[in-house]
T-cell receptor, first 117, second 116 residues
Framework: AQKVTQAQTEISVVEKEDVTLDCVYE???????LFWYKQPPSGELVFLIR??????QNEISGRYSWNFQKSTSSFNFTITASQVVDSAVYFC??????????????FGQGTELSVKP | DAGVIQSPRHEVTEMGQEVTLRCKPI?????LFWYRQTMMRGLELLIY????????DSGMPEDRFSAKMPNASFSTLKIQPSEPRDSAVYFC??????????????FGPGTRLTVL
């Protein structure tokens, strides 16, 4: 069965600290995508990144970076030099679907990140 | 460009009443998803459509829930009769599908439903 586990329910850091959010997934599919979404206090869900199962290169976008390791079924998210505006709930998600029928997202439970000044 | 539009943003109703949530996907997107978010169950997919056709409704809790997509620019999620345990935030999302597999889903702002 497909499953996404975010073991860290809450993380609290002080501004400028680096923080890593863990994500472990389970799937029997050989083709799949992984996503990270951010949900700030205002409630909307904001797309951050998509990664396909054939590309294990790490990705960096500003202060954000992602580490995808198929060997451990993990897709971790690191925020460098965290800021108060990073405070939000972060969701990792796995997409599985028949070809050409869109992607059904399976979400982890989310990690609530609190960045204190 | 307008994002996914949901209405109403907030709904308070009494148990037993019918509730209709509405969604307008991003123009050109052909996949539409309804999710529910609660503290207990997190984010869970209720149903999704591809080219206006329901593909997977296995997440719909029970017969009290129904969803329709009469055309590419509009979808509704109806609860009849509503119960207090239906209180949640309901999100609509849309994406493109096709050769670019598993495109990202763009979410609407959500409808916060409270059933008293």
């Amino acid at each position: 069965a497909q499953k996404v586990t975010q073991a860290q329910t809450e993380i609290s850091v002080v501004e400028k600290e680096d923080v890593t959010l863990d994500c472990v997934y389970e799937t029997r599919d050989t083709t799949y995508y992984l996503f990270w979404y951010k949900q700030p206090p205002s409630g909307e869900l904001v797309f951050l990144i998509r990664r396909n199962s054939f590309d294990e290169q790490n990705e960096i976008s500003g202060r954000y970076s992602w580490n995808f390791q198929k060997s451990t079924s993990s897709f971790n998210f690191t925020i460098t030099a965290s800021q108060v505006v990073d405070s939000a709930v972060y969701f990792c998600a796995l997409s599985e679907a028949p070809y050409n029928q869109g992607g059904k997202l399976i979400f982890g439970q989310g990690t609530e990140l609190s960045v204190k000044p | 460009d307008a994002g996914v539009i949901q209405s109403p943003r907030h709904e308070v109703t009494e148990m037993g009443q019918e509730v209709t949530l509405r969604c307008k996907p991003i123009s050109g997107h052909n996949s539409l998803f309804w999710y529910r978010q609660t503290m207990m169950r997190g984010l869970e997919l209720l149903i999704y459509f591809n080219n206006n056709v329901p593909i997977d409704d296995s997440g719909m809790p029970e017969d009290r829930f129904s969803a329709k997509m009469p055309n590419a620019s509009f979808s509704t999620l109806k609860i009849q009769p509503s119960e207090p345990r239906d209180s949640a935030v309901y999100f609509c999302a849309s994406s493109t599908s096709g050769r670019a597999l598993y495109n990202e889903q763009f979410f609407g702002p959500g409808t916060r439903l409270t059933v008293l």
